[in-house]
C-alpha cells in the first residue's frame, strides 16, 4: 500500500510544487518535468516489483469465492481491452495482484489505520502547500463556476486536481477515526476535513458526509437508546438504497448542461457504448477520442459516472460484474457494520457515492487513487471477523459510556 501511495502521490508533488501549476483538459497535453517524469518510471517498476514480490508471498493464502467477485469487473475490463486493442501491459495486472495480498492481510484493521495515517499527511502536507505555495498549490476557478467554500481558490496540494484530491480524502476520512491515539485522532480529522472542504469537490464532500452518516448510523445501532435502535436501520435503509439508486437516475434524468456539463458527457459516453455494447470499448477509450472531434467533450477524462463508465468500457458484460460486486459490498457491509466495523462499513456508501458523478476506479487503470480504493474493497470483501473497531474515538466513546455517574448527595 506504502508502494502505491508514493506512486500516486510523489512524481505528481515533484511537478506541481517544482513547477508553475497548468490547467489540464483532456484534450491537452501536460509537460512533466525530467524529475517527474524520471520518479515516475522508478517508482512504476518499483511498484510492479513490490506487488509481484507481495503476491508471491501470500500465494500460499489460495482462492476464495469472492475474490472471484471482486475481480470479475477487471476480467471484463481485459476482454474489452484484449478485443479492442489486441494487447495488455503490466500495470493492468496489478488490481487481481492487490487482491490476493490484501486478501491475505494478516492485520486488516493496521492497513486501515495506516491508510487513516497517510491520509492526513497527504492533507496536511496540501494545506501547507496551498498556504505557503499558493502558486503552486491552489487552483483558480472557471468563470463559470463558483465552488470555492474557503477563499476563491481551490486545494489541489500536491496533487493536479482538487477533485482528484477530495476523493482520495473522503476516502480516507472514515480511517482517520482509527488512528489509536485520541489527541492525534482529532487532529488529523480536523486536518483532512478542513483539506477536504477546501478543495471544493462537491462530490467528495457528500460523499465523506454520507460515510460519517454511516458510521453514526451504525453507532446508534449499538448505543443504549432503544428508540435510536429501532430508528437506526431506517436510516441505514435509506442511505444505502440513496447511495444505489441516486447514480442511475440522474445520468437517465439529465439535462446535457446538468452538473457542470456532465449531461453532455453522459449522452456522449452512451453514443460510445451503442458502438460495442457487449463488451464496451476497453479502458483507454477515453485518451484515444480527446485527439479527434467528438460529442463528449473537453472536461471527459472519464464518464463522470462510475456505471456510464463501465458500461462504455466494459459494456454489458462489466455492468453485470460489477452488480454482482455491488451486492457483495453491501452485504459485507452491514455484516462489518454489525460486527463493530464501522469506519469500514462506510467504504461502500463512500465508494458508490463517489461514482455518481465521479469514476473513482475501473478496476484496470493503476490511477492515482488506486492506494485508498482497492485495499479498503478487498478487506470489506473479506470474511468478517469478530474484533470492533479500536480507533481513538471508539475508546473515547466508549471511556464516556462506561464512566461512573456522580449521584447527588
Known amino acids: 500500500m506504502g508502494a502505491l501511495f508514493a506512486y500516486a502521490v510523489v512524481p505528481a508533488a515533484a511537478q506541481n510544487v517544482l513547477n508553475p501549476r497548468s490547467r489540464i483538459a483532456a484534450n491537452l497535453e501536460i509537460t512533466t518535468s525530467t524529475v517527474a517524469s524520471g520518479l515516475g518510471t522508478v517508482l512504476t517498476f518499483a511498484l510492479l516489483a513490490i506487488v509481484l514480490f507481495a503476491f508471491l508471498a501470500t500465494a500460499r493464502f489460495g482462492l476464495r469465492w469472492w475474490m472471484v467477485l471482486l475481480v470479475l ?4 475490463q481485459i ?11 503490466p500495470q493492468q495486472l496489478v488490481y487481481p495482484l492487490v487482491v490476493v495480498i490484501a486478501a491475505g492481510a494478516l492485520h486488516p484493521k493496521n492497513a486501515l489505520r495506516l491508510m487513516g495515517t497517510l491520509t492526513v499527511g497527504l492533507a496536511a502536507v496540501s494545506v501547507a502547500v496551498g498556504l505557503f505555495l499558493p502558486a503552486q498549490g491552489l487552483w483558480s476557478q472557471d468563470l463559470q463556476t463558483t465552488k470555492a467554500l474557503i477563499g476563491n481558490s481551490l486545494l489541489a496540494g500536491v496533487l493536479y486536481h482538487p477533485n482528484a484530491l477530495g476523493q482520495m480524502l473522503a476516502f480516507g476520512l472514515p480511517f482517520v477515526l482509527l488512528i489509536r491515539n485520541v489527541k492525534g485522532c482529532r487532529i488529523g480529522f480536523g486536518i483532512v476535513l478542513i483539506a477536504l472542504v477546501w478543495t471544493g469537490s462537491r462530490t467528495a464532500l457528500i460523499a465523506a458526509a454520507l460515510g460519517l452518516l454511516t458510521i453514526g448510523l451504525w453507532k446508534l445501532s449499538k448505543g443504549k437508546s432503544e428508540v435510536l435502535r429501532a430508528l437506526s436501520p431506517l436510516g441505514l435503509i435509506i442511505v444505502y438504497t440513496g447511495a444505489l439508486l441516486v447514480s442511475p437516475l440522474i445520468v437517465s434524468t439529465a439535462r446535457p448542461d446538468s452538473f457542470t456539463g456532465r449531461g453532455y458527457i453522459w449522452s456522449g459516453s452512451l453514443d460510445l457504448w451503442r458502438d460495442s455494447p457487449l463488451v464496451g470499448q476497453g479502458p483507454g477509450i477515453f485518451h484515444i477520442i480527446k485527439n479527434f472531434n467528438n460529442e463528449v467533450g473537453s472536461g471527459a477524462f472519464h464518464g463522470h459516472n462510475l456505471l456510464v463508465h463501465i458500461l462504455v468500457t466494459a459494456g454489458v458484460l462489466g455492468v453485470v460484474a460489477f452488480v454482482l460486486l455491488v451486492i457483495l459490498m453491501i452485504v459485507r457491509s452491514v455484516a462489518h457494520g454489525k460486527a463493530g466495523h464501522f469506519a469500514l462499513a462506510s467504504y461502500a456508501v463512500v465508494l458508490l457515492v463517489t461514482g455518481w458523478l465521479e469514476m473513482p476506479t475501473d478496476f484496470i487503470s493503476l490511477s492515482s487513487q488506486a492506494w485508498i480504493i482497492w485495499v479498503p474493497l478487498v478487506l470489506l470483501c473479506a470474511e468478517v ?18 464512566r461512573p455517574k456522580r449521584h447527588a448527595g
Do not use: H
Open 79 to 89: 476482454i474489452a481491452t484484449l478485443y479492442g486493442a489486441g494487447s495488455i501491459g
Open 73 to 76: 469487473p477487471w476480467l471484463a
Open 385 to 402: 471477523k469478530s474484533e470492533p473497531d479500536s480507533g481513538a474515538v471508539s475508546r473515547l466513546t466508549e471511556t464516556i459510556r462506561n
